[in-house]
């Protein structure tokens, strides 16, 4: 457990609107991760973070940007949300290497009407 | 995209059977994780595995690295009603471009009943 926690927990926007989903965690990880799960595709990577100000795309990056300017905070933003955005999100943190075990924060459910 | 196969999609099974899953992969993976989802919660670490063959055991679980490097597989002996939930499993490849990121399966939904 590293002490993630994710805010807010559930979310229901219009299309159109912006969004920004934050990730907090008070473990001194170095990486952070923001997924979305999807019934069928399990897990999937939208970007991650290597360090304050290192970001980097994931397998399903469109539509999505993030931001760290600290260590412990992890945002995703959708400028522009559309309803195939539509999932749960879930942050995930690993301490110093990408191939570290990376713990997850407990989501958040967000609708797009 | 995703690469991973993983099965069965879900399970219905009386309390005290076995449970196995696997998943496939089309590439080589240097480490296979085993994560449980509760619902409403985040995925939590089971089991990693790092080398080929790998046998690990955590209480009644037990999963296996494949000897081929592109499958694992994750078996939980006498099941009970706590261990109803989707298991993923996730994979690393060693490739550099990838370093540091997961692939998931879609998941095994596990129903218990009594």
């Not at chain 1, 952070?32 to 795309?57: A, C, E, F, N």
């Not at chain 1, 959708?78 to 309803?83: D, G, N, V, W």
């Not at chain 1, 879930?90 to 407990?106: I, K, L, N, V, W």
């Amino acid at each position: 457990d590293a002490g993630i926690t994710q805010s807010p927990r559930h979310k229901v926007t219009e299309t159109g609107t912006p969004v920004t989903l934050r990730c907090h965690q008070t473990e001194n990880h170095r990486y952070m991760y923001w997924y979305r799960q999807d019934p069928g595709h399990g897990l999937r990577l939208i970007h991650y973070s290597y360090g304050v100000k290192d970001t980097d795309k994931g397998e399903v990056s469109d539509g999505y940007s993030v931001s760290r300017s600290k260590t412990e905070d992890f945002l995703l933003t959708l400028e522009s949300a559309t309803s195939s955005q539509t999932s749960v999100y879930f942050c995930a943190t690993s301490r110093d290497s990408g191939a570290d075990t990376q713990y997850f924060g407990p989501g958040t459910r967000l609708t797009v009407l | 995209g995703q690469q991973l196969n993983q099965s069965p999609q879900s399970m219905f099974i009386q309390e005290g059977e076995d449970v196995s899953m696997n998943c496939t992969s089309s590439s080589i993976f240097n480490t296979w994780l085993w994560y449980k989802q509760d619902p409403g919660e985040g995925p939590v670490l089971l089991i990693a595995l790092y080398k080929a063959g790998e046998l690990t055991s955590n209480g009644r679980l037990t999963a296996q690295f494949g000897i081929t490097r592109k499958d694992s597989f994750l078996n939980i002996s006498a099941s009970i009603p706590s261990d109803v939930g989707i298991y993923f499993c996730a994979g690393r490849t060693p490739a550099t471009d990838s370093w540091g990121k997961l692939q998931f399966g879609a998941g095994t939904q596990v129903v218990v009943t009594p």
